[in-house]
């Protein structure tokens, strides 16, 4: 479904450089879960935008499918993100004064839906990540765990083929961080979709099915062998 080949990326210029990622290949394949791990600093994050189209490579090329995510404009980027991607942040990025359903249904409002299938969907959503009777409160009103699972079921609303997770139980207690851990597994086996997460978590890395560990942006492979 995804495949990488020889990516990098330099932030800065002339002595104030820094090579964030350096000729990284892999693949992964569709209904997947992957976490890429790795210190702070080794370029993750960056990968992960990359993959996801919201930051460009200087060098690569990167694939969902047959679409050319280094070679398509950003209005081709932002209309691929909303047909095919789902996003889970560690700071949930939900919207105080929406409720639960209307935070849920973003996505959908954003891609033309109608206002009540958006907010049928949304609440189809709520309850497949056990949020049912929480629809109507605001993010003020709910607990970390809960916020987080909002979050979950906007990125799950339009059924995406790929979701991204960028430190998704960083900001949780170890209880509600296997919850969210547990949700998306659960998630994944369901609805067949492709999972990467971006963790420094080890008990979260494990818990997928591949790992892809980075150093000073670069891929390790099997025996601590960078490539």
């Not at 047959?66 to 942040?89: A, C, T, W, Y």
């Not at 954003?110 to 958006?118: D, M």
């Not at 979950?152 to 059924?159: E, P, S, T, Y």
């Amino acid at each position: 479904m995804i495949r990488v080949n020889g990516v990098s990326k330099t932030f800065g210029s002339g002595e104030a450089a820094t090579r964030a990622l350096r000729g990284i290949s892999f693949e992964i394949a569709q209904g997947e879960t992957v976490a890429i791990t790795g210190p702070s600093g080794c370029g993750k994050t960056t990968l992960l935008h990359i993959l996801a189209g919201i930051e460009r490579m200087d060098e690569g090329e990167v694939w969902l499918g047959d679409s050319p995510i280094h070679q398509l404009s950003e209005n081709k980027l932002s209309e691929l993100r909303l047909r095919k991607m789902g996003f889970v942040f560690q700071s949930y990025h939900l919207v105080p004064v929406l409720r639960a359903w209307e935070n849920a249904a973003v996505p959908l409002l954003a891609a033309g839906i109608s206002q009540k299938e958006a907010k049928e969907r949304a609440l189809e959503a709520l309850g497949q990540v056990g949020l049912a009777n929480w629809a109507n409160h605001y993010p003020g009103q709910l607990s970390g765990g809960q916020n987080q699972r909002v979050a979950i079921a906007r990125a799950i609303v339009g059924k995406p083929e790929l979701l991204w997770a960028d430190e998704p139980t960083g900001a949780l207690d170890t209880d509600t961080a296997e919850q969210i851990v547990g949700l998306l597994e659960m998630l994944n086996r369901h609805l067949g979709t492709t999972l990467v997460i971006v963790t420094h978590d080890p008990r979260l890395a494990r818990r997928a099915e591949r790992t892809l560990r980075m150093v000073n942006g670069r891929l390790l492979h099997e025996g601590g062998k960078e490539s």
